[in-house]
């Protein structure tokens, strides 16, 4: 089993592609291992000390329909003890007034059951006028935007996964 499992969703691939390559920033498939939330149950989560969580927003301020699926089931998981991370895939010029709100939306929702949020990003360099998923002036997690920004991605996991290597203790 490796270390950190990472529970993603998408619908068109954006956040799938962004995982795989958060993934080769940690060292590839024995530090993590992919979870497409669509053939998830919530016993999937158990196993994992430090849990990564990928999801899209869709329908304006809507999760990804797999994540919507499983969010009621999410009661049955023990986040206690496990340090949570967040990354999501939006659209900040088309719906600036939903911007990322499912990374929000689950935080919200994860952090009741327990869980510890790590991985917080900082919202500058963004141009948007709402969101769901800032919380005390910071995102809860990354927050990418293959839209408007694709040529800040690789830079924006590098820098993340760097920060949360620390955090996650992985060397
Ligand atoms: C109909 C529709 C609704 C969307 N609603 C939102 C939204 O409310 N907030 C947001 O930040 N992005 C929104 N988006 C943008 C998607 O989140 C973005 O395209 C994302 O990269 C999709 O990720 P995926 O390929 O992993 O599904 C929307 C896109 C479409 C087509």
Not at 31 to 51: G, H, N, Q, R, S
């Amino acid at each position: 089993m490796t270390v950190i499992g990472l529970f993603f969703g998408t619908q068109t691939g954006n956040t799938a592609a962004a995982a795989e390559q958060i993934q080769q920033e940690f060292g590839g498939e024995s530090v993590v291992t992919l979870i497409d939330v669509a053939e998830a149950e919530p016993a999937d989560f158990k196993p994992y000390d430090c849990l990564m969580i990928g999801c899209p927003t869709w329908n304006i301020g809507e999760m990804q329909s797999d994540w919507e699926g499983l969010y009621d089931e999410l009661e049955a998981v023990n986040f206690a003890g496990k340090k949570v991370a967040y990354f999501g895939s939006g659209d900040q010029v088309g719906y600036a007034d939903n911007f990322q709100d499912a990374l929000g939306i689950l935080e919200e929702r994860i952090s009741a059951l327990g869980g510890q949020t790590v991985g917080q990003w900082p919202t500058d360099g963004y141009d948007f006028n709402a969101s769901k998923a800032v919380k005390n002036g910071k995102f809860v997690g990354l927050a990418l935007d293959e839209e408007n920004q694709p040529e800040l991605t690789e830079s924006r996991i590098k820098a993340w996964v760097s920060q949360l290597k620390l955090v996650f203790g992985i060397h």
